[in-house]
C-alpha cells in the first residue's frame, strides 16, 4: 500500500477524532423533509446527480464525508439550500 492509500470515499468522517459520524439513509431523507426541498432540489444544492443522492436515500451507496458535511451546511444555512436546490445548473459526472 502506498501512502495516500485511503481516499475521501473512504477515510471516515470524525470529531475530533472520537466520535464517527454515520449518517444512515433516514437521516439524510430526514435532513431533506427538514430542508423542504425534493430530491433534485437536494442533489442541485449538494451539486450531485439525483441519482447519487437516491442511491444514498435508499442505502444501496454509503455517503462520502464531505456529503455529509454538505448536509450539516445545508441544515445550517437552509437558505442556501433553497437558493442552489432552484438553479437550473444540473451537476455532470457525478
Known sequence: MGMFSET???YPYTVNDSILITVKARDLTEARME?????VEMARAMGVSY????????????MPA??????????LYPKTAH???KSRRVPSGT
Open 8 to 10: 475521501l470515499r473512504s
Open 66 to 75: 464531505v456529503a455529509i458535511r454538505c448536509v450539516e451546511l445545508l441544515l
Open 51 to 62: 441519482e447519487t443522492l437516491n442511491g444514498w436515500e435508499s442505502g444501496r451507496r454509503n
Open 83 to 85: 437558493k442552489l436546490g
Open 35 to 39: 430542508l423542504e426541498v425534493s430530491p
